[in-house]
């Protein structure tokens, strides 16, 4: 993808974060690897002026993929989650699950 491409997509799809507008699938047809959606995503990033301060990261059998969570989707708070099972969710508790894991 070049960079004039990446720009406009850019573009657009800050554009729809600041107006909770859509994007439709056939805007993001130019993109042919994880490199163009890196790309595209830091392109994204500096349009908004957004800072990352965070990451999210994904772990399919391809390898991993990773976005940042920006600044402007945080929202402090002094709460705690009283249920921390359901944060663990699909994360092995028991020794036996642990075992589990992988195979």
């Known amino acids: 993808m070049n960079v004039a491409i990446r720009a406009i997509l850019g573009h657009e799809l800050a554009l729809a974060r600041r107006t909770h507008g ?29 800072r990352v301060v ?13 976005a940042p969570l920006l600044d402007m989707a945080c929202v ?8 921390t099972a359901v944060l663990r969710e699909a994360v092995p508790t028991t020794s036996e699950e642990q075992n589990h894991v992988g195979r």
Do not use: C
């Open 76 to 83: 402090a708070a002094d709460s705690v989650h009283s249920d």
């Open 54 to 66: 965070g990451w999210k990261l994904a772990a399919p059998s391809s390898g991993v993929i990773s």
């Open 22 to 50: 859509l994007v439709s699938a056939q805007t993001l047809d130019s993109l042919a690897s994880f490199s163009d959606a890196y790309l595209l995503q830091e392109s994204v990033r500096n349009e908004l002026g957004a």
